[in-house]
């Protein structure tokens, strides 16, 4: 009965972000439908601090995205996504996730724009002790400074609960971007994060620090998002991984084109790296994708 429960707890959001498509169907003015996929390689899906493993994976998305029609001064937007990731060789890492994120957008001049937007996050993973369910909430002032630069800034705030305290999390995000539109098709955009927050890392050494290893498949001591290291042996990692409280700093060039008016391309990189009290990680992170909107 507990597994049952389970299912309907991580599949609750996918369902009501399919019931928002159906009951957003008529369109309302600055309203798109979005299709997408997107190619990917991670050089350490395992964030492990002493075997980096990389692997590819492949991307689908389906998305409703109402945005500020930039009309009024105050406005609101929507954006309902479901996603479905394929990993090539880790195959305990595939999931599906489903998004809903209703804003309000307030235009503070002709230039800058402030946005604020709660999300309510449901992922379900093969691994089911990653599956979660997740709030935050994000608010991005941006400017455009003339026709061709912009910026932004931003701060993302998340609470994510997973089935294994080991993969839960609480973070706080802030960040800043800047990008130049060479011309109405090709842009450049370059970005910056800074988080902190809980996390985990994995390990194929035994390790003394936190409250004690846990039994089975990534079961620890502990519960809730409290403090400290928390560890366990995971089946999906084949480590050992323990959540600890990080640091952790990303940097990312995006290249986007658009062919139509309809059909964007990009490649995007980031290279991220993050330590704690257990250890550091890095992962560096390439993707090309194609998005349809209509």
Not at 229 to 254: E, P
Request: hydrophobic share 30%; glycine share 10%.
């Amino acid at each position: 009965m507990r597994k049952k429960d389970e299912v309907r707890k991580f599949l609750m959001i996918p369902v009501l972000v399919i019931t928002s498509f159906f009951l957003m169907i008529p369109s309302s003015r600055g309203a798109e439908w979005v299709l997408g996929t997107k190619l990917s390689y991670e050089s350490n899906v395992f964030r492990s601090m002493d075997n980096e493993k990389g692997d590819t994976i492949f991307s689908a998305y389906a998305a409703y995205d109402r945005s500020p029609s930039g009309e009024t001064r105050l406005d609101w937007s929507l954006r309902s996504v479901i996603s479905g990731s394929l990993y090539s060789s880790e195959s305990d890492f595939n999931s599906v996730t489903g998004t809903i994120s209703p804003g309000i957008s307030i235009h503070l001049n002709p230039s800058w724009r402030l946005n604020v937007a709660p999300y309510f996050r449901g992922k379900a993973v093969s691994d089911s002790e990653q599956s979660s369910t997740a709030w935050g909430t994000r608010a991005t002032l941006t400017q455009k400074w003339n026709s061709r630069f912009y910026s932004g800034e931003y701060y993302n705030y998340t609470d994510s609960n997973a089935e294994e305290d080991v993969y839960s999390y609480c973070e706080n995000a802030v960040g800043a971007f800047a990008g130049v539109n060479w011309t109405q098709a090709f842009f450049t955009e370059i970005g910056y994060e800074y988080a902190h927050g809980d996390s985990f890392v994995s390990t194929a050494r035994s390790h003394n620090s936190g409250h004690g290893q846990g039994h089975g498949k990534g079961r620890n001591h502990g519960g809730g998002h409290g403090r400290g290291s928390h560890k366990g042996f995971s089946s999906a990692f084949n480590k050992l991984v323990i959540k600890d409280t990080v640091d952790r700093h990303s940097y990312g060039i995006n290249v986007g084109y658009s062919f139509s008016k309809s059909l964007l391309g990009a490649l995007e990189y980031t290279y991220s790296s993050e330590s704690g009290s257990v250890g550091s990680v890095v992962n560096h992170s390439a993707l090309v994708g194609l998005e349809y909107r209509f």
